[in-house]
Every structure is written in C-alpha cells, then in structure tokens.
C-alpha cells in the first residue's frame, strides 16, 4: 500500500518528530527504511540511532572503504537510496548515470549553506584550491553537465567537510610548527623509513603523495589537481623507488585501519583523517594532526540520491538530508573534528566552550570531549590549524578525479604491487 492510499484510508495526520520536523509516516504493517552507502566517516551507529528517533524511519548504513562504496555506488544504483562520501566521487557518479539532480528547494536549510560550496571561498581572502573544488561540481546546468553557474538542481547535498593532512606522534617526532615548520615532506623523510603509512584511495591517496614530493623538491606540477600522464609517470617513478626502499609501512583503507596502524605502535606518521588523530589523542597516544605549509588537501562531502529511487525512498531521502543541516548531526560531527555546510544550525547544539574551540580556533577553556566522551583536548589547548576560516583560507587542492584518472588507477595499483 502506498502512502498516499494509507493517508486516504487512515486520515493519518503528520506527527511531530523530536527535531521539529514532521516524521515520516509509517506504511501499514512495516516501517519505511532508508538505505544509506557511504565510509565509516560519517556512517556511525549514534547518527543512525538518532536520526530514526527524529524521523520515525528505519535507516540502513552499510559503510565501507572509499572505493569499495564508490565502486557498488557507481555499479548499481538499485543498492542504495542515498550515497555519502566525498566530491570527488561527483564526476564518477554522474558520468555512470547512478545519481539523480537534487531539488533545492525541497531543501529546508539551502539559502543557510555557506559560500564555501557554492563559490569555492570561505572569505575573499580565500584561495580556491586546485582541483574539484566542490563549486565547479555543485550545479547541474542546463545541458545536464556539472558547473558553478547557480541552478535549482544540484548533484549533491553539501554537509560534512574538513581539511585533511596527516598525523603523527609527538613522542617520536618532534613537534613542528602550525603554517610553519610542519610538512607533507615529512612522509618521506628518511628518519621515518619504515613507519609511515599512507590512505589507499587513489584520488586522495595520490595528492598526498604529490604534495610530499613536490615539497621535498623532486619534482613540479603544472597543475596538481590535473596532472598530465607524463607528470603522473614521473611521479610514480618517484614513488615506487621509495616503496621498493622500504619507506611506507603500509596502506589503510578506513579510519579505525589507521587508527589501528598507529595504537598498535607500527607507524609514527600517516596520512590521516582527523577523527583518527582525536581518537588517538583519547587513547592517550600523543598525536598531532598537522598543520602542512604548504597548505591542506581539502574534501567536501556529498550525500546523492540514487536515480533507482522510488517515490516513497525519495521521501524518505529528503527527510533525512534536512534532518543531516538540523543542527544535532552537525554538532556530533564538530566533535570529531569535521565541519557542517551550516554552522549557525550546529552551533545551539554546542556549548560556548566547544564552539569556540571547534570553529573559532581560541584556546579550550575547560576540556573539550570527542563523540565517545574521551578528552581530546585539555584546557587552555588549541585547535592545531586555528580557526574554521584559518585552515579553509589554506587549501592547496581538493579531493580530485582527474582527467587522467583511469590512467592513475593503473599507476595506483603498479605502486601496491612495487
């Protein structure tokens, strides 16, 4: 029976969510269930739990490594009704016809999104970085490309974001300086031979790699985030001769992977998200997420809608991408380290003492929790990288599927097998 004949049949009357939205109204005999792909990231059990008290929904995660979900997204879009991951999955997405436009104005937080999505600036003194920059993908234009021109349809719901760098323990490693003294060479420093491990994901994984080289001064890009084959053959030369030395420990594909790397004292720095730093810091292993000088990799994440979706799972879908700018997600998310596409929702769900250290960068004035309830910072500490519009100023390049992205897959895997 379809929603519409249960309302006919039942006079059923919208009933008022503990958010303050309406919940989704329940099918006879069953609950309606939102299927949800995605990374352990934003995938986590206490999102799910709420978000089904607030919505009066079954919700489904199945979260995995970031190119296992891309690939199953990208393959079957009959498996989910919503996928989460980063914008570099856009293009992918939508050239295999596995997602479908999103209309803004069945969006009730939209015209409260900052500009750093839709203009690729967080302030004008901002950079745009290099590569998918989430604007240039944001926009479903006229023709059915992706742009930055503003239309009522979008390829994906901005929400979670952050900066990415790397991690690393300051009892082995001396302590650098924020903007400074810190940088992607350290992955290749040879006093870290053996004890480094790197994301396996190669449109992430890739840049990385390339900002460690080109620190170090083994080579230069013409653009990083559109390297040509020949840059990419050259990087990879690089790069083989320094696996075949010995230098990476390994290669993780999720954040308790790296975590794990790190807790079970294998390696002294990785490539990191930085959940995993503050999970660590929880632990009571002293890492540091670092603050590069040569500026972050930056991600934006995207939450798409499947084009298999029926009319009732697209209900359902929109339900809870309003649900995800509402403000509790947004401030969950805050206290492991990511940022919400609308702050000012999040920040009634923050104390004063939170906000400020979270998105404003000022010393803790008492001890900050991450999600689990572990301290990850103390009083008087700040958040390494300052402020929310501090470390966005500073994005060197963005989370990117090249032009020559079927040909770094390649040289990707040539890397694995060295």
């Known amino acids: 029976m379809k929603r519409r004949d249960v309302l006919k049949a039942g006079g059923a ?24 792909v995605g990374t352990h990231v934003t995938l986590q059990e206490p999102i799910r739990r709420r978000a089904e008290q607030d919505l009066g929904i079954n919700i489904e995660f199945y979260p995995g490594g970031s190119a296992e979900v891309l ?75 992706l742009g930055h021109t503003p239309t009522d349809s979008i390829s994906f719901l901005p929400y979670a974001h952050n900066v990415d760098s790397f991690g690393y323990r300051t009892d082995v490693i001396e302590e650098g300086i924020p903007y400074e003294t810190e940088s992607w060479g350290w992955l290749l420093d040879s006093q870290q031979r053996g004890r480094v ?63 794990d790397l790190m807790a079970r004292d294998e390696v002294d720095i990785a490539s990191m998200f930085s959940p995993a730093a503050f999970r660590l810091r929880g632990m009571g292993i002293p890492c540091a997420y670092a603050a590069p000088k040569e500026g972050y990799r930056g991600w934006y994440g995207v939450m798409c809608l499947s084009s298999g979706v029926d009319e009732e799972r697209k209900e359902l879908a929109y339900a809870f991408m309003n649900w995800w700018l509402s403000g509790w ?7 492991q380290g990511y940022y919400i596409a609308n702050p000012q929702q999040a920040r009634q769900y923050l104390s004063d003492d939170e906000w400020n250290f979270w998105y404003e960068g000022t010393p803790a004035g008492k001890s900050i929790l991450g999600t689990d309830g572990a301290e990850v910072a103390v009083p008087g500490e ?31 895997r040539d890397l694995l097998l060295a």
């Not at 008022?16 to 939102?34: C, D």
């Not at 075949?244 to 308790?256: A, D, M, T, Y």
């Not at 700040?382 to 990117?400: A, D, H, I, K, L």
């Open 329 to 335: 997600p947004g401030a969950f998310i805050a206290r």
């Open 71 to 145: 690939l199953k997204a990208a393959t079957d879009p009959a498996a989910f009704d919503l996928y989460e991951q980063w914008s570099n999955s856009i293009r992918v997405l939508w050239q295999a016809n596995t997602i479908q436009p999103i209309d803004t104005q069945r969006l009730t937080f939209w015209k409260d999104i900052n500009n750093l999505p839709k203009t690729g600036k967080i302030s004008p003194a901002a950079r745009i970085g290099r590569g998918d920059a989430p604007h240039r993908l944001l926009y479903v234009q006229p023709d059915g490309t």
């Open 197 to 259: 491990a790197i994301i396996n994901e190669p449109s992430i994984g890739l840049f990385d790699l390339a900002l460690a080289v080109e620190s170090k001064g083994l080579m230069q890009f013409s653009d990083i985030g559109n390297m040509t084959r020949q840059e990419i053959d050259q990087l990879f030369e690089i790069l083989i001769d320094y696996k075949r030395q010995g230098q990476f420990r390994g290669f993780w594909s999720s954040v308790p992977h790296s975590v």
């Open 13 to 36: 009357g919208l009933l008022l969510g503990t958010a303050g939205f309406p919940a989704i109204l329940k099918a006879v005999n069953r609950s309606p269930t939102l299927r949800v």
């Open 382 to 412: 700040m958040r390494r990288g300052g402020s929310y519009q501090t470390r966005f100023e500073r994005v060197s390049v963005w989370n990117t599927v090249m032009d020559t992205y079927e040909y770094s897959l390649t040289k990707w």
